[in-house]
Structures are given as structure tokens and as C-alpha cells.
């Protein structure tokens, strides 16, 4: 149909996305059926495979975002094992203080007691 009268009988203009039925029945009249169906065939194809490059480089991007996020949270993870290996280091010499002086007190209460019963022997 022609755009014009399509535009006088419809109201509006024709989409040019959509092959109208004439167009259809003139490119199989001229050329062949099998040929306007390899065209529509390569057609889908072509489309399907930008959709799926498209697709790809949508999931890519997301990946990448991914990696980054754990990226950040791995060398968090690590800032802390490092925080931590510090706090355990010092506890563990603060105990060895702690272990010295139980021993001098040991030493004392055990020299004390040992001066009490020598006095009491006495």
C-alpha cells in the first residue's frame, strides 16, 4: 500500500520496522520463496547474534563489577587478619608477663612458707 494512502485511510504514518504483506508478495514473486526465506533466516540470525554480543558484554560487565567488590572485600578480610595477628601477639606477651611475675609470686609465697615452717621448727 502506499504510505499516503495508508496515512488516508488509517490516520497515521506506517511503521517502517514491519515488511508489509505486499512488499512480502513482491520480493517472493521476484526472486523466490527460498530466497526470501534464507533472507529472513540470515535476518533472525543477525539479530540474534547482536542480542547475544550484547548479552555478553552486559554479563562481562557485571562480572567485572563482582570482581572488584570482592577485590575490596579480600583486602578488608586481610586488613582485619592483621589487625588481629597484632591483638594476638600482644596478648600472648602480655601473658608471658603474666606467667613471670604467677613464678616470683610463686617463688615468694613458697619462700614465706618455707621461712614459717623453719620458724615454727625452731
Not at 52 to 70: F, G, M, N, T, V
Not at 98 to 118: D, F, H, P, Q, Y
Request: glycine share 4%; net charge neutral.
Amino acid at each position: 500500500m502506499n504510505p499516503a494512502d495508508h496515512v488516508y485511510k488509517y490516520g497515521y504514518a506506517p511503521s517502517r520496522e514491519l515488511m508489509e504483506i505486499d512488499h512480502l508478495m513482491n520480493l517472493v514473486e521476484r526472486i523466490g520463496l527460498p530466497a526470501v526465506i534464507i533472507g529472513a533466516c540470515m535476518f533472525y540470525i543477525w539479530k540474534t547474534q547482536l542480542a547475544h554480543r550484547q548479552e555478553i558484554s552486559d554479563w562481562s560487565a557485571k562480572d567485572s563489577k563482582a570482581d572488584e567488590r570482592l577485590i575490596e572485600v579480600i583486602k578488608e578480610q586481610n586488613q582485619r587478619n592483621e589487625h588481629f595477628a597484632t591483638a594476638i601477639s600482644g596478648l600472648t606477651v602480655s601473658n608471658k608477663d603474666v606467667v613471670k611475675s604467677n613464678e616470683r609470686l610463686a617463688n615468694e609465697i613458697k619462700g614465706m612458707a618455707e621461712a614459717l615452717i623453719t620458724q615454727r621448727r625452731i
